[in-house]
T-cell receptor
Framework: AQSVTQPDIHITVSEGASLELRCNYS??????LFWYVQSPGQGLQLLLK??????LVQGIKGFEAEFKRSQSSFNLRKPSVHWSDAAEYFC??????????FGTGTRLKVLA | EAQVTQNPRYLITVTGKKLTVTCSQN?????MSWYRQDPGLGLRQIYY???????DKGDVPEGYKVSRKEKRNFPLILESPSPNQTSLYFC?????????????FGPGTRLTVL
């Protein structure tokens, strides 16, 4: 069965430090992968997505993600975190039957 | 402004009292979907719709109904709410079939069932 795993429930980083949020997926075919961000009290907003082609994907707000088929991973990165990046981050995969499967989320805290 | 709207934003109700949460999008999107968000469980898809009059079950459809009579609207109906349906609900839409498209989310509806 398709699934998405985000192993880190909470992550704390200092402002200006680099960030990597992990995402592993289980899917039999070519996955359609997404990262969304949810700011406190808000809906979700797309950061970036991967369908095919270049495995390093650039998104909004300075985020990027790298698709690694051999590791079934789609980790999100940012070189220098800003206090405004504090939010919850969700990885998702689009499945073959028009369903979306989301991970359980990683809550990011940024220390000043 | 392109957006997905949900009403109400907050609702407290009692077990068994039928309720409807409305969802409307003004982007002429084909695909619409409902999710519930619970701590530690992330977002789980309840129902989705590929087009008018075409709906299908997501991963957690029990206790919910939907309808898609117009392209812009996709209401979520709880005919006999129970406390385990207390959750944060999101409606989303996307231009095409959803699997490969960006989803645009509404602001959420926080439902409490006593």
């Amino acid at each position: 069965a398709q699934s998405v795993t985000q192993p880190d429930i909470h992550i704390t980083v200092s402002e200006g430090a680099s960030l990597e949020l992990r995402c592993n997926y289980s899917y039999g075919a070519t996955p359609y992968l997404f990262w969304y961000v949810q700011s406190p009290g808000q809906g979700l907003q797309l950061l970036l997505k991967y369908f095919s082609g270049d495995t390093l994907v650039q998104g909004i707000k300075g985020f990027e993600a790298e698709f690694k088929r051999s590791q079934s991973s789609f980790n999100l990165r940012k070189p220098s975190v800003h206090w405004s990046d504090a939010a919850e981050y969700f990885c998702a995969v689009g499945s073959g039957t028009y369903k979306y499967i989301f991970g359980t989320g990683t809550r990011l805290k940024v220390l000043a | 402004e392109a957006q997905v709207t949900q009403n109400p934003r907050y609702l407290i109700t009692v077990t068994g009292k039928k309720l409807t949460v409305t969802c409307s999008q003004n982007m002429n999107h084909e695909y619409m979907s409902w999710y519930r968000q619970d701590p530690g469980l992330g977002l789980r898809q309840i129902y989705y719709s590929m087009n008018v009059e075409v709906t299908d079950k997501g991963d957690v459809p029990e206790g919910y109904k939907v309808s898609r009579k117009e392209k812009r609207n996709f209401p979520l109906i709880l005919e006999s709410p129970s406390p385990n349906q207390t959750s944060l609900y999101f409606c989303a839409s996307s231009p095409d079939r959803g699997r490969t498209d960006t989803q645009y989310f509404g602001p959420g509806t926080r439902l409490t069932v006593l």
